[in-house]
């Protein structure tokens, strides 16, 4: 069974990354599990429309033979990282343009294990 506790706790870590505005914990079939979503955005729309663009994402390198670590969408102003969270969930951070990738990478990392885990 899930520990939601956690897994609201585990948000609130991310969030208080200098570079993180916000982060949201979507189940795989793109429904929202915990976190927040950016101010102004449609819940329903915006969990569903990022498990799709993970999951296309992984479809689309599967032939690689190689694991997907996460996504970057750079938009105008900020940066839109998506990770898996293990086969139940991913992880959803949306960050300031200043963001290294790198660094995202490495935070995306460290925390999709404990929400796996959390799961």
């Keep these: 069974m899930a520990d939601f506790a956690q ?17 949201t914990i979507v189940s ?14 449609h ?9 799709i ?13 190689d694991r997907l670590k996460f996504i970057v969408v750079q938009l105008d102003g900020s940066k839109f990282v998506l ?10 951070m949306r960050s300031s343009d200043e963001a ?4 995202l990478a490495e935070l995306t990392g460290n925390f999709s294990e404990r929400i796996e885990k959390a799961l």
């Design 83 to 92: 990770a898996p969270a293990g086969n139940k969930a991913l992880l959803v």
């Design 28 to 41: 795989r079939s793109g429904m929202h599990i915990a976190g927040d979503i950016p101010k102004g955005a």
């Design 100 to 103: 290294n990738p790198d660094e």
């Design 43 to 51: 819940m329903e729309t915006y969990v569903a429309m990022s498990a």
């Design 53 to 65: 663009l993970l999951g296309a994402a992984e479809s689309a390198t599967s032939e690689l033979h």
């Design 7 to 23: 897994l609201q706790r585990i948000v609130r870590e991310i969030e208080e990354h200098p570079h993180v505005q916000d982060a």
